[in-house]
Nanobody, 120 residues
């Protein structure tokens, strides 16, 4: 079994910064991709940023230049540095990981979500 534990959400003012963390633990052979999704009220869950095992990153257009995803592979942890936050960034942020618990098998796992609220 694999667990994803998130931390770092909160209530901030527009223009502020937050850093989210997500640590994966449990039965892990390899981590293929880790990323962050978000879901605002009444909207679909959307990809915010992702990083693969080779270090390649992918960002939603709405966060490019403001958010940075990084990882500490030794600790199976991914970070999302969020700068210049806007009220439209308000959402529940979910950590996602595509993990191989054993070779040649892949499963998607989700964290419990952490609330980010940006006031204007």
């Amino acid at each position: 079994q694999v667990q994803l534990v998130e931390s770092g959400g909160g209530l901030v003012q527009a223009g502020s910064s937050l850093r989210l963390s997500c640590a994966a633990s449990g039965s892990i052979f390899s981590i293929n991709v880790m990323g962050w999704y978000r879901q605002a009220p009444g909207k679909q869950r959307e990809l915010v940023a992702a990083i693969n095992s080779g270090g390649k990153t992918n960002y939603a257009d709405s966060v490019k230049g403001r958010f940075t995803i990084s990882e500490d592979s030794a600790k199976n942890t991914v970070f999302l540095q969020m700068n210049s936050l806007k009220p439209e960034d308000t959402a529940i942020y979910y950590c996602n990981a595509n993990i191989s618990p054993i070779p040649f098998h892949q499963t998607d796992y989700w964290g419990q979500g952490t609330q980010v609220t940006v006031s204007s």
